[in-house]
């Protein structure tokens, strides 16, 4: 049987990106599994992906609603997530922890 932990997270390591129609990342770390990613704008989406330095963002990867939230898996190498908005300029709040 496969036992699930709560999502514990990595507690002063929390970011904000500033986001836009063109892509940008930030770093998040090394050696976390998850990521909680929280779209902090009511009004639009965005599209997340996880990689290294020099990940970005494209309409063909998760997308986050407007005022969504989700812990996301990643290869522990991740050190960055990257972010594209629908429009306008939403930010989101990412944090790395463990558990789901």
Not at 84 to 100: D, E
Request: proline share 5%; with cysteine.
């Amino acid at each position: 049987m496969n036992r699930q932990n709560a999502f514990g997270p990595s507690w002063g390591k929390g970011v904000i990106l500033a986001t836009s129609t063109s892509t940008g990342n930030t770093e998040v770390g090394i050696n976390a599994f998850n990521v909680v990613i929280t779209n902090q704008d009511g009004t639009d989406g965005m599209y997340v992906a996880c990689g290294d330095s020099t990940v970005t963002a494209t309409t063909a990867d998760y997308y986050l609603p407007p005022n969504g939230q989700v812990c996301i898996t990643k290869k522990k190498e991740y050190t960055h997530v990257a972010a594209i908005a629908v429009a306008n300029t939403p930010s989101i709040h990412i944090i790395p922890g463990q558990g789901v």
